[in-house]
């Protein structure tokens, strides 16, 4: 089946650093979506991704959707303590609406 | 606030019992999904309504029963629930069940089973 791997599990930043994350994956797929899930809420969206190459902003947030379309990366310039939280990709390859998640990256970040 | 209400946010119940989690979009849209969440691993996706109409069911005990009366409530039956159940439930909807929409999630009914 479809393996997506999402690195690193976990990361603990001092405020002020910039972050980055990636999702890999064994498939090629048309569609990468970036979510995150503060705690006792469910994930937001964050960045929609449809295109091989794209790279689009919303923010402090950047994302890509890789050349080969197996992976995508999520950068976060400046971390600060409002952006704690776990942080998913989520990718679709087929004509309707299921996604596949990645595991997760939790950030925590140290004022 | 994301347009997708769930109710109730957090659930106990015993084995025996029978239950119902509740979703509502407010959004517009057509497909609506359930997913499960525990500790530790990716989100799994359990059901997927388009238009009222069930399109996926990814081998889910019997024990979880769906129901879409409307493209904008989407109900989760709980019975003689396991305590591997034990996990936040999700609901989300999407535009629609074609071309990888992105899909907008409730903030989910926190579920511990006794």
């Known amino acids: 089946g479809q393996q997506l791997n999402q690195s690193p599990q976990s990361m603990f930043i001092q405020e002020g650093e910039d972050v980055s994350m990636n999702c890999t994956s064994s498939s090629i797929f048309n569609t990468w979506l970036w979510y995150k899930q503060e705690p006792g809420e469910g994930p937001v969206l964050l960045i929609a991704l449809y295109k091989a190459g794209e790279l689009t902003s919303n923010g402090r947030l950047t994302a890509q959707f890789g050349i080969t379309r197996k992976d995508s990366f999520l950068n976060i310039s400046a971390s600060i303590p409002s952006d704690v939280g776990i942080y998913f990709c989520?990718?679709?390859?087929?004509?309707?609406?299921?996604?596949?998640f990645g595991q997760g990256t939790t950030l925590q970040v140290k004022p | 606030e994301t347009g997708v209400t769930q109710t109730p946010r957090h659930l106990v119940m015993g084995m025996t019992n029978k239950k119902s989690l509740k979703c509502e979009q407010h959004l517009g849209h057509n497909a609506m999904y359930w997913y499960k969440q525990s500790a530790k691993k990716p989100l799994e996706l359990m059901f997927v309504y388009s238009l009222e109409e069930r399109v996926e069911n990814n081998s889910v005990p019997s024990r979880f029963s769906p129901e879409c009366p409307n493209s904008s409530h989407l109900f989760l039956h709980l019975h003689t629930l396991q305590p591997e159940d034990s996990a936040l439930y999700l609901c989300?909807?999407?535009?629609?069940?074609?071309?990888?929409?992105?899909?907008?999630f409730g903030d989910g009914t926190r579920l511990s089973i006794l």
């Open positions: 989520a990718h679709g390859s087929s004509n309707t609406g299921k996604l596949i």
């Open positions: 989300a909807s999407s535009q629609a069940w074609v071309n990888n929409q992105p899909q907008h």
